[in-house]
């Protein structure tokens, strides 16, 4: 059996190296296509989950616009389908890189199997394009893999047989359970920022990037982030998007803060150490919805929706939104006491077997219990 692994983006890279590892271990013949859609991004990752790119995409940057680099990975996926015979094409999330792949596999009637398959927030502008992109896949797909039962029953309502649906959990809990076997005690962090956060301040986490809160929700967001910082008792370390619209609001309310941490993107590793620090985290973020739960995180969803309303129901997040007195409000009040407030309840998304699962459906290596991933 040969597959191809469509992936581009730092998120991809994390939640389908477990289900390259999952595969090889069948004996399956895999290859690796790389969009370079998040370069800067994506620093170390390949190397640290071991996985050997076989196809680059090309000039995929160079495009100014969604549409054109779109259009411009589908093109080079079709290349490769043409030029190769593959009895799947995997994808991922919703990331412009999945749907090109997605859309070159159903066009030149090569299966598509769906990792994550099912999220939605029914708005179509957000998040802005990543709603788009799911249900585009979604049309696109053959084999879908719902990490929630949320996720498979809002596939049943849009008319996907249940047969072509499997309920296995989400690989991000596949990913981070390694990544953390890696850094543990005694871990030295890769970027040597992080050595300067001091330890005697209650570390609050955030990551700021999503288009549609560029403007005024992201001010306030930062406004409330400022206010914090001033609290004392509290650092602020915050990851910079490479997004330059991103990086000048963020220099403009923070830049000169004291008790807060302006960091470069950080490598997947570094990431986790901090989570692990982390009292809560104020994110924007759909992957730390679902990374969070494994750490006991209760975290702030600058968001007004979100397509895992799971966290929410399980009691690890709360949407805020941009609203400046709900964040500033709600990190006081988890970081209140001289503990961190944990949850001791399972992760809404998996235990951690999810990559198996989707090998064994591909591969028809093994039997797959729909019930195996959930926490629940």
């Given at each position: 059996?040969?597959?191809?692994?469509?992936?581009?983006?730092?998120?991809?890279?994390?939640?389908?190296?477990?289900?390259?590892?999952?595969?090889?271990?069948?004996?399956?013949?895999?290859?690796?296509?790389?969009?370079?859609?998040?370069l800067e991004l994506a620093?170390?990752?390949?190397?640290?989950?071991?996985?050997?790119?076989?196809?680059?995409?090309?000039?995929?940057?160079?495009?100014?616009?969604?549409?054109?680099?779109?259009?411009?990975?589908?093109?080079?996926?079709?290349?490769?389908?043409?030029?190769?015979?593959y009895d799947w094409i995997?994808?991922?999330?919703?990331?412009?890189?999945?749907?090109?792949?997605?859309?070159?596999?159903?066009?030149?009637?090569?299966?598509?199997?769906?990792?994550?398959?099912?999220?939605?927030?029914?708005?179509?502008?957000?998040?802005?394009?990543?709603?788009?992109?799911?249900?585009?896949?979604?049309?696109?797909?053959?084999?879908?893999?719902?990490?929630?039962?949320?996720?498979?029953?809002?596939?049943?309502?849009?008319?996907?047989?249940?047969?072509?649906?499997?309920?296995?959990?989400?690989?991000?809990?596949?990913?981070?359970?390694?990544?953390?076997?890696?850094?543990?005690?005694?871990?030295?962090?890769?970027?040597?920022?992080?050595?300067?956060?001091?330890?005697?301040?209650?570390?609050?986490?955030?990551?700021?990037?999503?288009?549609?809160?560029?403007?005024?929700?992201?001010?306030?967001?930062?406004?409330?982030?400022?206010?914090?910082?001033?609290?004392?008792?509290?650092?602020?370390?915050?990851?910079?998007?490479?997004?330059?619209?991103?990086?000048?609001?963020?220099?403009?309310?923070?830049?000169?803060?004291?008790?807060?941490?302006?960091?470069?993107?950080?490598?997947?590793?570094?990431?986790?150490?901090?989570?692990?620090?982390?009292?809560?985290?104020?994110?924007?973020?759909?992957?730390?919805?679902?990374?969070?739960?494994?750490?006991?995180?209760?975290?702030?969803?600058?968001?007004?929706?979100?397509?895992?309303?799971?966290?929410?129901?399980a009691g690890f997040g709360?949407?805020?939104?941009?609203?400046?007195?709900?964040?500033?409000?709600?990190?006081?009040?988890?970081?209140?006491?001289?503990?961190?407030?944990?949850?001791?309840?399972?992760?809404?998304?998996?235990?951690?077997?999810?990559?198996?699962?989707?090998?064994?459906?591909?591969?028809?290596?093994?039997?797959?219990?729909?019930?195996?991933?959930?926490?629940?």
């Amino acid at each position: 059996m040969r597959i191809l692994i469509a992936f581009g983006t730092r998120p991809e890279i994390i939640k389908l190296a477990p289900v390259c590892t999952a595969l090889r271990a069948t004996g399956a013949d895999i290859d690796v296509f790389w969009s370079g859609q998040h370069l800067e991004l994506a620093a170390g990752l390949l190397d640290f989950f071991g996985i050997t790119v076989t196809h680059n995409g090309s000039q995929i940057l160079d495009e100014p616009g969604l549409a054109g680099k779109f259009g411009r990975m589908c093109g080079q996926f079709e290349q490769l389908l043409r030029a190769q015979s593959y009895d799947w094409i995997v994808v991922q999330g919703d990331t412009a890189t999945a749907a090109a792949a997605a859309t070159a596999g159903f066009m030149n009637r090569v299966p598509v199997a769906h990792v994550e398959a099912g999220l939605r927030t029914g708005d179509m502008r957000s998040p802005f394009p990543e709603e788009f992109n799911r249900r585009l896949i979604g049309l696109a797909t053959s084999l879908h893999f719902p990490p929630t039962r949320q996720a498979f029953d809002n596939l049943l309502r849009e008319g996907v047989p249940s047969h072509d649906i499997v309920l296995v959990g989400n690989t991000v809990v596949d990913a981070l359970q390694y990544a953390r076997a890696k850094v543990g005690a005694g871990y030295q962090p890769i970027d040597p920022e992080l050595a300067q956060i001091p330890a005697d301040k209650k570390l609050v986490l955030a990551t700021l990037h999503r288009r549609e809160n560029i403007g005024a929700p992201m001010r306030s967001v930062l406004k409330a982030l400022r206010t914090l910082a001033k609290d004392g008792d509290k650092v602020i370390a915050l990851p910079v998007h490479l997004n330059p619209q991103v990086r000048e609001e963020v220099l403009r309310y923070l830049g000169d803060a004291a008790n807060v941490r302006l960091l470069k993107p950080l490598q997947y590793p570094d990431f986790v150490w901090l989570m692990n620090r982390a009292w809560t985290v104020v994110t924007d973020s759909g992957g730390v919805q679902e990374e969070a739960p494994t750490f006991g995180l209760q975290i702030l969803i600058t968001r007004e929706s979100t397509e895992r309303p799971e966290v929410v129901q399980a009691g690890f997040g709360t949407l805020v939104g941009g609203n400046y007195k709900a964040i500033v409000n709600g990190v006081r009040r988890l970081a209140a006491g001289d503990e961190r407030q944990l949850l001791d309840a399972p992760n809404p998304f998996g235990n951690g077997n999810a990559a198996e699962m989707i090998a064994a459906r591909l591969t028809h290596s093994g039997a797959v219990d729909h019930d195996a991933s959930l926490a629940a």
